[in-house]
């Protein structure tokens, strides 16, 4: 009888054991599939905001920031944008986390360009003027751009990563990382 309750015993504890194994590799890839989203959009909004365009015409569409939702113009450069042509990038957090959008501009196919990252469930995106102006989480709708963006990518809680912070325009400095000043 007693070795039957050692046996259990120990059959036990090897099963909690191999309970929490499996629930911590289960949270770690979670978290490293989290990781791995989160780099690659910082990589596409880096490469989309460095090659934001200006409005060239009356009418073409216009730098915007408002209530979370970040649009302009960007030079395709790779994929899942065409490079031969501009894309209207729109960027807002919903309910099934971050959406991104991009539609071609001009005399292209029309085709919509739609990624969602639901891993990221909020994001603080900041616009910064030239100069030491403050940064300023509206951008008011003119033709100016601005001179940088941060954005911030947030999974619940927890930030996902460092703060992303791009200087916009032709040979824009990057702008000093967050050990440097605070957005």
Known sequence: MLAIVLTSLIVLLAYGAAQVSYDAHARLSADLRALQQARALRELLQDALRSARAPQRPGDPLFTLHAGRLSFVTAGGGPPLDPDYDWLLTIGAGSGGLEL???????????????????????????????????????????????????????????????????????????????????
Not at 145 to 162: F, K, S, Y
């Open 101 to 183: 959008s991009a539609i071609p501009v001009g005399r292209a196919p029309a085709a919509v360009v739609t990624i969602r990252f639901p891993t990221v469930t909020r994001w603080d995106v900041q616009a910064r003027a030239a100069g030491a102006a403050p940064w300023l989480e509206e951008w008011p709708a003119t033709s100016v751009m601005p001179r940088a963006v941060a954005i911030t990518l947030w999974h619940d809680a927890e930030p996902l990563g460092l703060p992303l912070r791009v200087g916009l325009g032709l040979g824009a400095p990057l702008v000093p990382d967050a050990s440097s000043e605070a957005p």
